[in-house]
């Protein structure tokens, strides 16, 4: 077991309607919000009214129609203008993880006398940031318990994980009814990104017993509660556990005390959200089970069994590898039932820019470190077999 350094301050409000707690929440932070949001989902379901209405006290500025995967331009530096030209005080983000990493990017972005890319990019440490409350409508990428964001700048086909301590939510509400109304492919979508974020936690050199059987339940869960939501939208306790599921998913809880893995489907993801702007979880459900194939070796499917056991009933007295590859194609047949495309071209993806991606992705992401090392010429086999 490795050392490990842990804090999450963000605080969880949980439940049917408990965004009551809003203004009291908000109260101890200030006067001035910055109210975010994406594309009008949040209008739709009448969580903007209901927002507005609780904080009728409170002075609030918006800034609207932030993108899935959140642009740095303009969005970003739109934010980061009306926090500095109207002296917020907080950021309220209301919506998917897109709103909230786009609040984390310019709640830091307010605080520094420069250019935000400097911060997102590391090339300079931000010394603070204004606070951030969320409340989640998507369950996928547990932005809201994690002090991670993802953006992306077009111009340079760059797609950043900007991670600071800073940037954790003060607090989160999660309400799972806000949920009901994401669309079949968002709710697919989301789960697969959620697994996604356990199996990258996972698939390491040094695990525990309780860690192992803590992600092997949230792979199960994840996959009987997508399935649920999927036939019934408005499964109340199927909403309910898929969203805590993820909300676990990219702060470190699934995993104290394992080795590092590198994260190697997000690096490899990451490119091809940024060139081809798609969406996030379809773009790991192709890759995945690629991945596992491309590395499935000696060293490898020890793992492998133990999920092909454990996560998918596979009997365990039939050969290593056999239970690997058939745990490999569980994993695609998952994916593949609820309704994800499962190639790049379905995407809208074709071969002509799978090298360029394969070497960004080499150059900027270090997956030659990860737990199953991954060369420029591993990356562009991996995209290949996923056309
Ligand atoms: O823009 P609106 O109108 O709100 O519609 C959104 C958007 O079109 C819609 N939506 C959200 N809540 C809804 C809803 N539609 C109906 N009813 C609701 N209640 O769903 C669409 C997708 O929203 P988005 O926020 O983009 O989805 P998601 O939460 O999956 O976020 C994806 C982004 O998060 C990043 C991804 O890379 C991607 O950019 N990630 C962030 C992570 C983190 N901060 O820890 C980790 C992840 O690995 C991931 O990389
Ligand atoms: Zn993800």
Known sequence: MQNFDYMTP?????????????????????KKVLLTYGGGS???IGLYDRVKELLKDFEIIELSDIRPNPKYDPSVLDGVRLCKANDIDVILAVGGGSVLDCSKAIAAGAKYNGDPWDLISYKVKAKAALPIVDIITLAATGSE??????ISRTE??????????????VCSFLDPTYTFTVSKKQTAAGCADAMNHIMEQYFCEDSTLLNDGFMEAGL?????????CLANPED????????????????????????????PCHGMEHALSAYYDIT?????????????????????????????????????????FEIAEKAIDA????????GIPMHLRDVGIDESRLDEMAHHVAENEGLDNAWAPLLQKDIAEIFMASL
Not at 10 to 30: C, N, Q, W, Y
Not at 145 to 150: F, K, Q
Not at 238 to 257: F, K, P
Request: charged share 20%; aromatic share 12%.
């Open 42 to 44: 949040i209008k739709k």
């Open 10 to 30: 963000t605080r969880l409000i949980f439940g049917k309607d408990v965004i009551g707690k809003l203004p009291e929440v908000m109260a101890s932070l200030g």
């Open 156 to 169: 340079t086909n760059d797609k950043i994980g900007y991670m600071d301590p800073l940037l954790y939510p």
């Open 145 to 150: 318990y994690d002090c991670g964001g993802v």
């Open 236 to 263: 109340y306790t199927a909403r309910a556990e898929m969203m805590l599921t993820c909300t676990y998913g990219c702060n470190g809880i699934y995993s104290l005390g394992n080795s590092y893995t590198g994260w």
């Open 220 to 228: 199960k869960s994840l996959m009987v509660n997508a399935r649920k």
């Open 280 to 320: 996030h979880g379809e773009g790991l459900a192709i890759i995945t089970p690629r991945w596992m194939k491309h590395i499935l070796n000696e060293k490898t499917v020890g793992r492998f069994v133990k999920y092909g056991v454990n996560v998918f009933g596979i009997d365990s007295s039939l050969d290593d």
């Open 331 to 338: 994993t695609y047949s998952f994916f593949e039932s609820i």
